[in-house]
């Protein structure tokens, strides 16, 4: 079992001026108000609609995690959680065959199992808007969060999962394989050949939910049981997640 930071998660939008402000004009009937959405974010699934922050940042506790993979190895079911089995103590590569992760009798590898299961850790996360609606929710990057300086065996091999209300859009981002690069790529979609997505509209005073799951990628060539016996997987950086969505006039 390995183990996994807090994830921190933040939330903007880009334009001229950005308020949830009305301002009366005092020369006739007509009101002044912003041109760009004043975008908010909650820890949950509802509340967005109700604060003015548009950062958060979860207190998640030291968790331990078991390796999986949602469709980087060979021969793994894309969208699904599996896990298997390496070939020898100092190597990690795949031994037989991947199964699907669960605790029943016949597991299929959804979000809720491998949550269960203690393969992904799970943080709920809500969007809303002041003002305008938004289109095109999208994540515009993740990134280590400031200040970490962890250089833990792990970095490489932290997946950061992002869906949708009901999974059924998602995206997976983890670091470049470049040794000395700490940079975020998508590493998997839920598109077709892995395309862009978007994770749908936000409707003003609306609260939008979005899930992040965080798992380890069991093909990285250092999640060994030979590193976990040397205490060489230690808990890894905490990530940031930047969304972004388009303002459209109501």
């Known amino acids: 079992m390995v183990c996994v930071a807090a994830v ?6 880009y334009a001229w001026f950005v308020t949830n402000n009305k301002v009366d004009a005092t020369t006739s009937t007509i009101s002044a108000q912003s041109n760009a959405a004043f975008m908010t974010i909650a820890k949950g699934t509802t509340g967005a609609n109700a604060v003015d922050t548009t950062s958060v940042t979860t207190e998640v506790q030291t968790k331990a995690l078991y390796p999986a993979t949602f469709g980087e190895e060979t021969g793994a079911t894309k969208g699904k959680f599996m896990t298997g089995y390496g070939t020898k103590l100092d ?13 029943g009798t016949n597991p299929t590898g959804t979000y809720s199992e491998a949550t269960a299961a ?10 809303s808007s002041k003002g305008q609606n938004l289109t095109n929710l999208s994540i515009e990057k993740v990134e280590n969060a400031k ?11 932290l997946r ?7 999974g059924t859009v998602w995206a997976v981002y983890g670091q470049k394989d470049a040794a000395d690069s700490t940079e975020y790529e998508v590493k998997l979609t839920s598109a077709e050949q892995n395309a862009a997505v978007t994770f749908g509209d936000i409707t003003a005073g609306d609260d939008t ?3 992040v799951y965080l798992y ?14 040397d205490n060489k997987l230690t808990a890894t950086n905490a990530v940031t997640v930047y969304f972004t969505a388009t303002a459209v006039n109501k």
């Open 147 to 157: 200040n970490s300086t962890s250089t833990s065996e792990l970095a490489k091999a």
């Open 209 to 211: 939910a979005v899930h």
């Open 8 to 13: 921190a998660l933040g939330s903007s939008t």
């Open 91 to 103: 190597n990690g590569a795949l031994s037989g065959n991947l199964k699907f992760v669960g605790t």
């Open 160 to 166: 950061v999962l992002v869906t949708n209300a009901d």
């Open 118 to 127: 203690d393969y992904a850790l799970l943080q709920d996360f809500n969007i």
């Open 216 to 229: 380890y990628e069991g093909k990285d060539a250092k999640v060994t049981t030979k590193n976990l016996q």
